[in-house]
């Protein structure tokens, strides 16, 4: 943090391929002067300390679910939730921070440790359009902000109330380097099946690789539509 460009999907995507790696780090501030209280201030208004993966969760893992109300009962649970969550993703800004504060709409699982949390999951409510604002969607007139999915079904599904329907989306999902490999991620997917059942479907979106695709599967979800052109940042 602190430099023009963090790079999150260079280090994420491109150098998580050679473990190997010489890296070297830049310690003179660039935008700040050295030991400055104002910079100490920012970042820890804005969570700008990611997890940076050193500790490793022990113990059995226990999924539970909360909402944005823990930030003033408990704050301590949703802001490690954020940091794993933007220690791990390559496009997570202070917007997120506070979409997770009070966004309508939001909703979130962790996977806790013993000592820490080695998952969390983030996932948004989608549809539920009327019936005129699904048939403006599916004819192009109309692209309401939010509902990536709900739109994608209506526009390119050719069913004109596709949007009607009332799903969740995940919008993020990640779980510690140490604790990979060992199904955490398909128990926060199936946590958050267990919340949907009085809607009409759980979605995700994602830069496809085949490596996503099948954990994805893993997880019970089906292909139902891959678009024809690079996302600028998750490819």
């Not at 940076?52 to 823990?70: D, K, M, R, W, Y």
Request: aromatic share 10%; net charge positive.
């Amino acid at each position: 943090q602190g430099y023009e460009g963090t790079g999150r999907g260079f280090l994420l995507k491109f150098c998580a391929r050679f473990p190997h790696l010489h890296r070297f780090e830049l310690q003179q501030p660039i935008r700040w002067a050295q030991g400055c209280p104002l910079e100490k201030m920012v970042s820890e208004a804005l969570v700008f300390d990611d997890e940076n993966f050193t500790h490793t969760p022990q113990g059995n893992i226990v999924i539970s679910a909360f909402e944005q109300t823990l930030w003033r009962s408990e704050p301590e649970t949703p802001l490690k939730v954020y940091q794993l969550l933007s220690g791990a993703h390559y496009r997570t800004s202070p917007l997120d921070l506070r979409r997770m504060m009070d966004a309508p709409g939001q909703h979130f699982l962790q996977a806790a440790g013993e000592n820490a949390i080695a998952g969390a999951l983030w996932v948004v409510d989608e549809g539920g359009l009327s019936q005129q604002l699904s048939q403006a969607v599916w004819a192009g007139f109309r692209r309401p902000r939010g509902n990536l999915v709900a739109q994608s079904l209506a526009a390119h599904g050719s069913n004109p109330l596709a949007a009607t329907l009332r799903g969740r989306r995940v919008s993020r999902i990640a779980v510690h380097p140490a604790r990979q490999r060992e199904g955490t991620g398909q128990q926060l997917i199936a946590g958050a099946l267990q919340y949907t059942q009085d809607l009409d479907y759980l979605s995700v979106s994602f830069g496809y690789t085949g490596e996503l695709w099948r954990f994805w599967q893993r997880c019970g979800f089906v292909l139902v539509r891959m678009g024809n052109h690079r996302e600028a940042s998750s490819g």
